[in-house]
């Protein structure tokens, strides 16, 4: 890593825990030191000595149309220009609500907020306010953002970091959380089968993105889905990553599951922060100021993040997107897997929509227990092998990769070029 680099690293140390706003930015998790990136376009970044990166990481997800969009960058100002904050209702989140319900099969109403934490969060007291009941049942490895409840056995970061619950997250909290292995459809059963009365709701990422990407085995979700249905817990299925990257209507229009709440994120803001709960009226109507579901924020519907959502979302939903980047996305897996058979590397890779996974081991995973068998160390040295010559990938063995629509034959080549000479390293 260059000078520049280091010396803004040491400068933000000083002031930021660890240097950094998120944990796994550190690159605890494959060591060195993190490129300061100071602009980005199309699929690529610019890091503060001005080396370009291919990037796959896009933000953690939201950036789908690729950085600095121009209809997505001419939204912004444009809404900049009129306020940056109202703190009041505006006909943009009007529309952002409408495109929505009309995108995603399962909403009937939605409420904005400002992060997909905080969208999980409002969905689990939805899910405790509608039902009267107190336990949520998750999944290993899913992490759900940051909220107490949810910090338990979770994903992401704090997989990353080996310490799957967090310091700090009472006892009395992380009791009402019970977690299940991801795609035990038997062990869903065998649960609610025990204690079905008790449970509130069911929270699931239907892709699990954040400890890689694990995709869900036939009959798991619809087995959740049955298993709330005929117990009366809510389902919520957690779209914040995967809402409108495995499929314009989500992983829920992909698989045919029907769920009581949606989490959104990412992609609804295209890159500024945005999140949104949303699903069956009858629950929605719990929140405040209809019901007795406590929920506000100062910032929720931020006009400018919404501009920003809104002409993102008129990008995936035109004619061929979403089929020319998942088309893309597959080549890159694919290309991945055939540099590293010729390179005689234990490795497998898989995608769904623009989501993609590569792991250092046989076959994809299915499980947490299985992706904790990839080869990390091997995956480190891919890493910086791959960021040394320009192909920024997530700074962790436990993330899922992003494709863009702006990423085409020419980047692929590229990538596949320099994960030729990677394989020979790691």
């Known amino acids: 890593m260059t000078a520049r680099n280091e010396e803004l690293f040491r400068r933000a140390q000083a002031h930021i825990p660890a240097g950094v706003n998120s944990p796994v930015r550190a690159f605890r998790a494959v060591g060195g030191t993190p490129p300061f990136l100071e602009r980005a376009a199309g699929p690529h970044l610019w890091d503060a000595d001005g080396k370009r990166y291919i990037d796959y990481l896009g933000s953690w997800g939201p950036m789908v149309a690729g950085h600095t969009h121009p209809a997505v960058v001419e939204a912004v100002q444009a809404a900049a220009s009129r306020a940056l904050s109202f703190g009041a209702p505006t006909e943009a989140e009007v529309e952002m609500a409408e495109t929505l319900c009309r995108l995603v099969p399962s909403l009937e109403m939605v409420r904005l907020v400002s992060s997909g934490t905080e969208a999980t969060m409002t969905a689990l007291r939805l899910a405790r306010g509608h039902t009267g009941r107190s336990v949520i049942v998750k999944f290993e490895g899913c992490y759900h953002g940051h909220a107490d409840a949810l910090l338990v056995k ?6 990353t970091f080996g310490n799957p619950s967090s310091a700090g997250v009472p006892a009395e909290t992380a ?21 079905g009365a008790e449970i509130a709701g069911v929270i699931v990422e239907p892709v699990a993105g954040n400890m890689n990407l694990v995709l869900p085995l036939p009959g798991f979700l619809e ?23 495995v499929a314009l209507g989500g992983a829920q229009a992909r698989y045919g599951i029907r769920p009581d709440l949606t989490t959104l994120g990412k992609v609804i803001g295209g890159g500024l922060p945005v999140g949104a709960v949303g699903g069956r009226r009858e629950i929605m109507e719990k929140i405040a100021p209809l019901g007795p579901v406590y929920q506000a924020g100062t910032l929720s519907g931020n006009p400018v993040a919404v501009a920003a959502g809104l002409a993102t979302l008129k990008l995936v939903d035109t004619p061929g997107f979403q089929e020319r980047v998942e088309a893309t996305t597959r080549a890159l897996v694919e290309g991945l897997a055939g540099e590293a058979k010729r390179a005689g590397v234990m490795f497998s890779s898989q995608s769904i929509g623009s989501m993609f996974g590569v792991y250092f081991r046989a076959a994809p995973p299915q499980s947490f227990a299985e992706v904790m068998q990839c080869d990390r ?35 692929i080549e590229e990538t596949l070029a320099a994960a030729r000479e990677a394989f020979r390293q790691a």
């Open 154 to 159: 979770a994903g992401s970061g704090a997989l």
């Open 175 to 195: 009791a009402h959380t019970l977690v299940l292995d991801y795609n035990d459809a038997a062990g869903a059963r065998a649960l609610f089968e025990q204690r």
């Open 223 to 245: 087995t959740l889905r049955e298993q709330c249905t005929r117990h009366g817990a809510v389902l919520i299925l957690d779209e914040v990553m995967t809402g409108f990257r």
């Open 377 to 411: 160390e091997r995956f480190n040295r891919f890493f910086h092998a791959m960021l040394e010559r320009g192909i920024y990938l997530a700074p962790s063995a436990y993330e899922a990769g992003f494709v863009s629509a702006a990423h085409g034959a020419r980047e």
